[in-house]
């Protein structure tokens, strides 16, 4: 860790924001490189809701949350507001150890088109079912995919 880190350890991480199964990390201005702390923990493995809305992990961050295989339980990940564009999506599209993934949220970042349909065409999450990319676009798969522009 460099002297910018704000935590110490991944136990400085999880404190007070591991609730059961869900670990609620949004608003921390999480980087890549506090968020590695957490990839290479094997408490992770408990963890199905995972909130990291409104950090700093950038398409490296993402590059390197699917490379954590102790991501495999989670179901639902929140990604808002993280620096994003297509690139990471093209990344989530091939997550190995994101094959219990539900729900993706990915609102407020610059997604231009390309990793959404990499989503779409995702042979690893395979039980991605809703991804919410902009406000008022929820994709839904029921026989295919489709939106549902939100008022």
């Known amino acids: 860790m460099n002297e910018n880190s704000r935590f110490e350890n991944v136990e400085a991480i999880f404190e007070g924001r591991l609730r059961g199964n869900q670990l609620m990390l949004s608003g921390k201005g999480l980087n890549p ?32 949350l699917i490379e954590c295989e ?23 599209a091939m997550a190995k150890h994101l094959g219990k993934l539900k ?3 990915l609102k407020n970042n610059s997604i231009q088109g390309e990793g959404v349909i990499a989503l ?25 995919w489709r939106y549902k522009p939100q008022a």
Request: hydrophobic share 35%; glycine share 4%; with cysteine.
């Open 33 to 64: 490189e506090e968020a590695r702390l957490l990839w290479q923990a094997p408490k992770v493995q408990e963890v199905s809701w995972l909130d990291l809305d409104d950090n700093n992990l950038g398409d490296l961050g993402v590059k390197e």
């Open 70 to 92: 102790y991501l495999e339980n989670v179901q639902y990940l929140n990604l808002n507001n993280n620096s994003l564009n297509d690139e990471a999506l093209k990344f989530l």
């Open 103 to 105: 729900r993706l949220h």
């Open 120 to 144: 779409y065409n995702s042979t690893t999450l395979t039980n991605l079912s809703t991804f919410q990319v902009n406000d008022g676009w929820t994709c839904k798969k029921r026989e295919g």
